[in-house]
């Protein structure tokens, strides 16, 4: 009995997209604070299936305190929580000078209620019942707003080993030498070296990139990044550009596991 119980364990750990993730490259990971277990476990599975790595806090208190622990890449806040509000968790943060985009998710829709928690620096508001399809297109969007947020505060130079990308110049160097690339490379090669690290989803790229909505468009992404290959790549003995089987792609200079 007990060996079968194993066998049916595994399976499921199977599923759990920080699995999928390979040594140096990390998902979009995000806080979900929402006292509610149904609805918390609702958003949660909706975002596991698209890739996200979630941690669920269901207080204020564990909430601040992860937020200041972990480096997340944006935070769904709900406001009447135990312990600390999220009026409150939102506030303390924005003071610690923590930067992460937040979402406010409320059942509370008094325009009153909408200003005063831009005003503390929430990046979007969105009202309970709503639609996971919603919630969805509006966290993506604070994802690439995110990216384009850092950019500003970046250095001139981004570096991934001996990969070196000059973005006043655009001028593009592996281990020293001139590599040659044209507009469409040079960009995707900057949004995958912003997000050194990361796994980046074929959609994603596509929409960061080509600006465009993914329908049917994401296997140009494969195209490119085999070009990006064939230069940045081709003839060294680390390799870079990473390929999460049937997730998408990443940059990393460490090594592979
Ligand atoms: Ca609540």
Redesign the pocket.
Known sequence: MEHSEKIFIVPSFAFNPILLSFRGVNFMRLLLV???AKVARFIQRGLEAERFAVDVATDGRRAAEWAQTYDYDLIIL????PGLSGTEVLRMLRQRNNHAPVLVLTARDALEDKVTHFELGADDYLTKPFAFAELLVRVKALLRRGVGNQMGGRSQVLQVADLELDRLTQQIRRAGQRVELTGKEYALLEYLMLNAGRVLSRTMIVEHVWDQSFDGATNIVDVYVRHLRNKIDEGHAQKLIRTVRGVGYGISGEEEA
């Open positions: 929402e006292d509610e709900d406001l009447m929580l």
